[in-house]
């Protein structure tokens, strides 16, 4: 398995982040060109139904997203440019763009609005995990042995957990954690593998 670099990291963790933020489905968002099929409008056109808004709320949820995807466009390409800069400065960034992001989000839907957009994220990332999922069992389903039918109970075990992983690792990314910090976030991972080795 390739392992990812840190810039490799924070470019798939933008895609992540404009996953959540924008309920796109399209897996061109896990690869560098995480960008390059952000489109407000479109986002916004495929919001609207689900989300009932009114055309106030189009207007400023597409300028929402338009100047959130110009600040991450600018951090991809300051941190493409330098190489040798930290990191962490980096998804502090990306951070900073989805917090400022979601409290405009708040005061653009009402309550019913935010809540209903929330469950549809997560239901677009747990999809997200299955496909991811099945992708990676299918290519070990050979080696181990087990059946299609196993494969299919497996998916959403192995989702679940990669979907916990994903939490904790945004939660502290771009953190200086101290000794006690980091037990404890081990501890989170520890408990998350744990619970579908269980499953298993």
Known sequence: MKHLSIKDLALTMIGVVLFLLTLLSSPLLFAEGAMDDFSPDKIVAELKPSLDLNDQQVKDLTAALGEMGKTLHVLIEKEEA????????FIKGVKQAQSDYQ???KGIL?????????????????DMMKDLAEIKLLDIQP???FSDEQLEKLVPVMATSMRGFMKVAWEHAGKH???RQK??????LKHIQSDAQKQV
Request: hydrophobic share 30%.
């Open 177 to 179: 954690l101290r000794l």
């Open 82 to 89: 330098n190489k040798e800069e930290d990191p962490n400065e």
């Open 183 to 188: 037990i404890k976030v081990a501890k989170q």
């Open 103 to 105: 409290k405009k989000l």
């Open 143 to 145: 080696k181990v042995g």
């Open 110 to 126: 009402n309550d019913a609005q935010l809540q209903t957009c929330n469950e549809l994220r997560e239901e677009a990332i747990m």
